[in-house]
């Protein structure tokens, strides 16, 4: 499948809610999809990447999978909003998601991510703040961060940054 025909394919199952936000299920429940979009994402990365980061919930298992396709490690990163980590030592990130709520990110000081080679993969960039925080955090940890894939994007300058310093890898962006 060429990028133009996963492009449409993508968006012939993509809905948007009232809120904005894309319901990516359908696209994961799609096996001959979501195999394309893993392949697509993964692609020039191989032997690159130590660790696929990614953020909870939904960026876990477009992560993983990545991961998976690359052999590579994956080191999801929690919402300490939803944390687990009540009696470890953490390194934590806040930030202000794409609803203005404030939002934190956070590791255990062992991550395992930790000086690797890193690719960062999510679902769907909003505004670009959760990418930040993630990239933020990575930095804290020396990680060198080899790219950003993610389905898609909405159209930000923080996204043409991105795209123009050939960071990021991206099947579709909505204006």
């Not at 690359?70 to 609803?99: P, T, W």
């Not at 960071?167 to 909505?174: G, N, S, T, Y």
């Amino acid at each position: 499948m060429t990028n133009l025909e996963l492009k449409q394919k993508l968006q012939s199952v993509l809905t948007r809610s009232e809120d904005g936000k894309y319901d990516l299920l359908p696209v994961y429940a799609d096996s001959a999809l979501f195999t394309e979009i893993v392949e697509e994402l993964a692609g020039g990365y191989e032997e690159q990447i130590d660790y696929v980061v990614a953020p909870e919930a939904m960026g876990w298992v477009l992560g993983a999978a990545v991961a998976t396709k690359l052999g590579a490690g994956f080191a999801g990163v929690r919402k300490l909003e939803n944390s687990v980590y009540m009696n470890q030592d953490i390194c934590r990130v806040i930030f202000m998601d794409h609803e203005k709520q404030r939002r934190s990110f956070g590791v255990p000081l062992s991550w395992e991510a930790k000086e690797k080679r890193i690719l960062i993969v999510d679902d769907w960039i909003k505004t670009g703040s959760q990418v930040q925080a993630l990239i933020s955090l990575c930095e804290r940890f020396d990680c060198k961060i080899k790219g950003i894939a993610v389905i898609g994007a909405d159209s930000r300058e923080i996204i043409k940054e991105w795209l123009d310093k050939g960071q990021l890898k991206c099947i579709d962006i909505k204006g």
